[in-house]
C-alpha cells in the first residue's frame, strides 16, 4: 500500500495577537485559540489530492507533543485524512520530533512524508531535514509544486532567481509552502464524524530515544516598542537626518 505521512503541529492560531507571560516563562496559552500549523495544513492538503488522484491509498497523519494535540489531529481525519497517530512526548524539540517522525516511517513505510517547512512558534525548518538526514532519504524544502510519477518526484520551490526544479527519488521527504496549494474548510459533518474515530496513541516509552532537552529556556520579552517615524519636508532634509544618524 502507499502510504504518505504527514506531520502536524499544534500552534497558537495565526489569527491570534500573541501576548508573553508576565514571568517571562513563555506565551501565555490562556484561553487562547490553538490550530494545526499553517504550512502542515498545506502538507496535509497536499496529501489528500495526492490520494484523490490515485497516486497514494492512504494519507496518515501525526502530531507529537502532549495529548491535547488530539484536537488538531481529529481536525485532520475531519479534512479526510485515513488515519491518526499520537505520539506522546511533551514538549519535544526538533531533533527529537524527527526521531520520532523516523520511528513511525519505519513502521508504517510510506511512500512520502509530507511536513510544514516550518512551524509558526519555533520558525526552526529543521524537522524536516533532520528527519531526511536520519531516514538517509532525499529531501525537498519550500515545495510550491509536487509532481508524483512513479518512483521519482519532481518538486518546484520558488528562490530568489525565480524558480527551482528538483526531481527526487521515493520515498523522500517534502516540506510544503505556502503557494503549494490552498487547504480546504474543514465541513461540520465531517468534524462530528470525526470525533468517534480511533486515535493511536504512542508512548515516548515505544520510541526507545532519548527525550532529555538539549536547551533550557530562559526568559521570553516582548519585541521593543519602536520609535515613532519622523516627518520630513524635502529630499535635502531626508538625506541630512540619514547621515545623522549614520545610515549614509
Known amino acids: 500500500m502507499r502510504k504518505i505521512l504527514v506531520g502536524i503541529k499544534r500552534v497558537v492560531d495565526h489569527a491570534v495577537r500573541i501576548h508573553v507571560a508576565a514571568d517571562g516563562s513563555g506565551v501565555n496559552l490562556d484561553g487562547v485559540k490553538m490550530s494545526i500549523n499553517p504550512f502542515d495544513e498545506i502538507a496535509l492538503e497536499e496529501g489528500l489530492r495526492i490520494r484523490e488522484r490515485s497516486e497514494a491509498d492512504e494519507v496518515i497523519v501525526a502530531s507529537i507533543g502532549s495529548s491535547d494535540c488530539h484536537q488538531q489531529l481529529r481536525t485532520a481525519l475531519a479534512l479526510g485524512a485515513d488515519r491518526a497517530v499520537h505520539i506522546d512526548l511533551p514538549d519535544p524539540e526538533p531533533l527529537n520530533v524527527a526521531r520520532a517522525l523516523l ?13 510544514g517547512k516550518q512551524s509558526i512558534d519555533g520558525d526552526n525548518a529543521q524537522t524536516g531535514p533532520m528527519l531526511a538526514g536520519l531516514w538517509g532519504r532525499p529531501q525537498a524544502c519550500n515545495a510550491s509544486q509536487i509532481i508524483i510519477s512513479g518512483d521519482s518526484a519532481t518538486v518546484s520551490r520558488e528562490v530568489d532567481a525565480g524558480i527551482e526544479t528538483l526531481e ?7 516540506s510544503a509552502d505556502l503557494r503549494l496549494n490552498s487547504p480546504r474548510f474543514v465541513r461540520l459533518p465531517e468534524m462530528i464524524k ?12 515505544a520510541l526507545e530515544i532519548d527525550a532529555t532537552p538539549q536547551f533550557r529556556l530562559i526568559r521570553t520579552s516582548p519585541a521593543p516598542q519602536r520609535s515613532p517615524g519622523e516627518r520630513v519636508s524635502n529630499t535635502a ?8 544618524r549614520g545610515l549614509l
Open 103 to 115: 520511528w513511525l516511517v519505519r513502521r508504517e513505510d510510506p511512500l512520502l512524508v509530507l511536513l
Open 168 to 174: 527526487i527519488d521515493l520515498p523522500g521527504v517534502v
Open 194 to 205: 470525526a470525533r468517534r474515530k480511533p486515535i493511536e496513541t504512542v508512548s515516548s516509552a
Open 237 to 244: 532634509e531626508l538625506y541630512a537626518k540619514l547621515c545623522e
